[in-house]
């Protein structure tokens, strides 16, 4: 951010400070987005365009109605309907800009893209696409919930014929908006229905949603704003799509893998040719196109919307340079061959020239990050100071490249943080303190509490509600009772929300604020669900046991255990000691094995279930898988964030 936007965003702040919102709708553009919050209209892109809107609605056959989905219980698990307000036009409390991508984002119902290629969309986080084959139906990314998938196949059988089955299903990545309401689509399981993957994909869906999937799932409800009331004031998208469903998550394991570009491959009579795209959006991504019906599937790889270099749930930094040079790569193998192209968010790209517009346009987005990063790290810039500088050409602020999802700001961080990690050089910044003992010194040194707070104010009344965020926040995790601090903080959360053109960067202001005036919540939903674990290898499983080790209460105790399968042949000699659980596979038993567990993996799953022994056979000493299972923890999903 340049120093004259530095001034725009006091200017905008201060004025936000005395309208107790951060910044007018005519003046709401992106903190971090790569624009200043008080950039004017001028500044961006023309909001009297309709293209997109045009875009949108191309194609609608009808909507769910009501566009509520509830669960067996009769519980609701997605309310589309709860964004009705969208339809006014942008309130003091949300950029205006982000208004428009959520207007657009909160469409919903049945769309024909083309000839025997149709979407629902607006009843998840996601899109459903459904080809027509000869003989029945080709279902892409079947949602997150089981109720949400069932809802929309249901929405297509209405309007385009009840009989027709599912033939095949695929998932273009592994997110759990891509697969996890599989059993929505094939109830029973795949059966005989090829369920098609990028090679790779069970090993990246376990790793991002099993391994790391606590942490995963409580920030992500900070990301999404899941418990943020659906308001002018509170959640009112988040950017990719309007939020996620609270169904049951599932995994149907895939039965095929796509392992090559070029690969082609035909379900139920259509062609499909495949583009192998990992590391991009995802570990394990693929794009496809159907020349036989001229449209390409872009997967999560070119959207309307600057994506995440870093997502702020949490998951590993991917590659913007290999995600440039894949979307390079889709316009060179699909130019001129296709009419349209999808994706699983969003609405359609009709025509060669726009597709190809699009895809340009997003190449050199995530080139240009890339590259200047890489520049200015080599004359000695960090991670913060790159995302303050860092401006994008004004050629690439287009609304296809607004930041609504990823930001400039934290994937310019993330860019950094791949090629440098944490450190950033500076002996000061080697052994900090953590945060409630650096709060406390800080706090100190500012005069105490009460001093520290009035200071706090002080630079909220003059625009600078970062610097009064990082003030408060010491005093919180110095104190966390002192209500005064955290009533500030939190109306400076609040501000920092309404101003950022970010859907996300508002989620994680306003849930923060949230959580400072009423606590934690219950969370409503997990990723790691019964299928999830049963889609498990037997080694995966082992080691969702050895990360919930906990290493100091497990450095005395030394434990020596078979767990043989004899449905595989295959027996596994665990090892406790050191607070380290490890483990290697073998044909044949250990001799030194104090106890041997021999069993069937669905007696595994209800054994880390915690249903006990069971039928499952015991040879030695039972005692030490107590003791095993003892010292394992449990993750807590509602772990402090913005307290202590």
């Known amino acids: 951010m340049s120093p004259i936007n530095r001034r725009r965003f006091v200017a905008a702040a201060a004025g936000a400070a005395a309208a107790a919102v951060a910044v007018s709708p005519e003046s709401a553009f992106a903190a971090g987005s790569g624009r200043s919050v008080g950039a004017t209209d001028e500044d961006g892109p023309d909001f009297g365009d309709r293209g997109d809107f045009t875009d949108a609605d191309k194609g609608f056959v009808a909507a769910l109605s009501p566009g509520v989905v509830r669960n067996a219980d009769g ?23 982000l208004w428009r991508q959520s207007q657009l984002v909160r469409k919903q119902g049945l769309y024909k ?27 892409i990314d079947p949602l997150i919930s089981a109720e949400t998938a069932a809802a929309a196949l249901k929405l297509y059988r209405d309007h385009r014929g009840a009989g027709k089955e599912v033939t095949a299903l695929l998932y273009t990545h592994p997110h759990v908006d891509h697969f996890g ?30 391994y790391a999937g606590t942490a995963m799932t409580r920030r992500s409800a900070y990301m999404y704003g899941a418990q943020l009331p659906t308001s002018a004031r509170g959640q009112i998208g988040c950017g990719l799509g309007q939020n996620v469903s609270l169904g049951t998550v599932g995994l149907i394991p895939p039965t095929r893998s796509i392992t090559r570009t070029g690969q082609v491959e035909t379900y139920d009579g259509v062609r499909f040719e495949f583009q192998m795209t990992p590391g991009t959006e995802a570990p394990a991504e693929m794009n496809f196109v159907l020349p036989d019906l001229r449209a390409v599937c872009m997967a999560e790889n070119a959207t309307h919307t600057m994506h995440n270099i870093i997502t702020l749930r949490g998951a590993q930094v991917r590659d913007a340079r290999q995600w440039a040079h894949c979307l390079d790569e889709s316009i060179g193998l699909f130019a001129g061959r296709v009419d349209v192209a999808f994706a699983s968010h969003h609405w359609p790209t009709w025509g060669g020239d726009e597709i190809t517009e699009l895809l340009t346009q997003q190449r050199d987005l995530y080139a240009y990050l890339h590259d200047q990063t890489l520049r200015m790290i080599n004359v000695g810039m960090t991670g913060r100071e790159i995302a303050e500088e860092m401006r994008l050409p004004p050629a690439l602020e287009g609304w296809a ?34 945060p409630v003992e650096e709060a406390k010194r800080y706090v100190k040194a500012m005069g105490g509490r009460t ?36 009533a500030e903080l939190a109306s400076v959360y609040e501000k920092l929300g309404f101003a950022t053109e970010n859907a996300v960067w508002r989620n994680f202001y306003l849930t923060g604020a949230m959580e400072l005036r009423e606590g934690v919540r219950p969370g409503d939903s997990s990723t790691v669900g019964p299928t999830m674990m049963a889609a498990l290898s037997v080694e995966q499983l082992i080691d969702s046991v050895a990360i919930r080790v906990n290493g100091p209460r497990a450095w005395d105790l030394k434990v020596r255990m078979d767990w043989s399968f ?14 380290v659980l490890t483990y290697r596979s073998d044909t044949k038993a250990d001799p030194a094995a104090e106890v041997t567990l021999t069993m069937t993996k669905p007696q595994l799953l209800a054994l880390l279930g915690g249903k006990g022994l069971g039928d499952i056979g015991v040879v030695g000493d039972a005692s030490l898988l107590q003791k095993l299972l003892a010292v394992v923890d449990e993750p807590d999903p509602g772990f402090a964030v913005v307290t202590p």
């Open 401 to 434: 490249n607004r930041g609504y999802y990823g930001s400039v700001s934290h994937n310019v961080k993330g860019i950094y943080q791949r090629y440098m990690g944490w450190f950033d050089a500076n002996p000061a910044h080697l052994w900090e303190h953590p």
């Open 113 to 139: 893209v083309t000839d025997r290629i149709y979407q629902v969309r607006g009843l998840d986080l996601s899109n459903m696409t459904i080809v027509e084959g000869d003989t029945g139906i080709i279902v």
């Open 75 to 97: 519980k609701v698990v997605w309310d589309n309907d709860a964004y009705d307000f969208l339809k006014q036009d942008a309130p003091a409390t949300a950029s205006q800009s």
């Open 451 to 486: 001093a520290t707070v009035l200071k706090a104010k002080g630079f909220a009344r003059d625009g600078d509600l970062r610097f009064a965020a990082t003030l408060l926040n010491h005093v919180v995790f110095a104190d966390p009772e002192h209500k005064a601090a955290k």
């Open 566 to 579: 004899p449905a595989s042949g295959v027996v596994f000699h665990l090892t406790l000691q050191n607070g």
């Open 181 to 210: 309401g599989a059993y929505g689509v094939l109830p029973n399981g795949a059966g005989d229905v090829p369920v098609v993957a990028p090679e790779g994909f069970l090993e990246h869906a376990v790793s991002e949603n099993v």
